[in-house]
């Protein structure tokens, strides 16, 4: 065999396994669906779906590998292993597990609001063999209770009132205290428009070196996400651009930066990158 045809010939396979790949990767979740197999292993988290929360819309999210991808991938780019991390909102502990495995599981401490799903949460870090502190609550200004509004699919679901999903009534710590007794250097906020009440109110104590925030405008609007925004650069964050992706946002404290305003800061990451993170100050 000539040398052109032998390479041509090596190349056929090589694509035809690369083909083969995407096709076997693509067929995964039909066939797990079709044999009833309800475990998944996401980006090395193991996830046994459940129809407590997973419904058409999740499951779809998951088997295609998209499930949470804008905060793991920020969270793997940006977690320290000396970081103590405090997340709210755990959902199914996907997010949790994968803290986890970085930086280990006494670093951990995760806050979610539906009783259903924290109980889902605990038990993704127990599949993953890990056993983090997860609590049934919602981090707020003061302690006491608040409404929920819970939603089918359960990643709508928020503390802003829309006029969809059933309302519940769950308990609320204090932000400050939990900051105070974890002394947490890494703060993930997935809270459906939440964010921007708490984070705008909060003053984050200096030891918070990190947020990486989920943020809402669709359920909040634009501004108030802005407000929030130049209120975080202005207590000593950055807005890293790089790091964020889509709508999650990363913000660090550098202890080596020239004073600059909110305003200022806004203005000049939004010249540098025309715009930010797929929107954020859009």
């Not at 806050?111 to 259903?116: H, K, T």
């Not at 003053?203 to 130049?230: K, M, N, S």
Request: with cysteine; hydrophobic share 40%.
């Amino acid at each position: 065999m000539s040398e052109p045809t032998a390479a041509r010939t090596s190349a056929f396979f090589v694509d035809a396994r690369r083909f083969a790949a995407i096709i076997a990767h693509r067929l995964q979740g039909p066939l797990r669906r079709l044999c009833r197999d309800p475990t998944r292993k996401l980006y090395g988290v193991r996830l046994e779906l459940d129809d407590r929360w997973a419904s058409p819309a999740i499951r779809h999210a998951i088997d295609a590998g998209w499930y949470e991808q804008p905060e793991r991938r920020v969270l793997e780019a940006t977690l320290r292993p000396d970081d103590r991390y405090l997340e709210l909102g755990a959902g199914t502990g996907y997010i949790t597990a994968r803290a986890c495995q970085l930086i280990g599981e006494a670093r951990v401490v995760a806050y979610e609001a539906i009783p259903e799903l924290a109980a889902v949460a605990a038990e993704t870090a127990h599949r993953n063999g890990f056993h983090p502190a997860i609590f049934n609550a919602i981090l707020g200004i003061e302690d006491g209770e608040t409404d929920l509004f819970v939603d089918g699919d359960f990643w709508s679901s928020t503390t802003v009132a829309t006029g969809a999903g059933h309302k519940i009534r769950v308990p609320v710590r204090s932000l400050d205290r939990e900051l105070a007794r974890t002394q947490s250097t890494y703060l993930m906020v997935d809270i459906e428009g939440g964010e921007v009440d708490l984070l705008g109110a909060a003053r984050l104590p200096d030891h918070v070196r990190a947020v990486c925030v989920e943020l809402h405008p669709d359920r909040v609007g634009a501004t108030p996400i802005q407000r929030l925004l130049v209120k975080l650069i202005n207590e000593g964050f950055h807005l890293d651009l790089e790091k964020s992706v889509e709508w999650v946002a990363f913000l660090a404290r550098e202890e080596a930066q020239l004073p600059i305003s909110g305003s200022e800061q806004l203005e000049e990451d939004h010249d540098r990158r025309g715009a930010c993170a797929g929107g954020l100050l859009a």
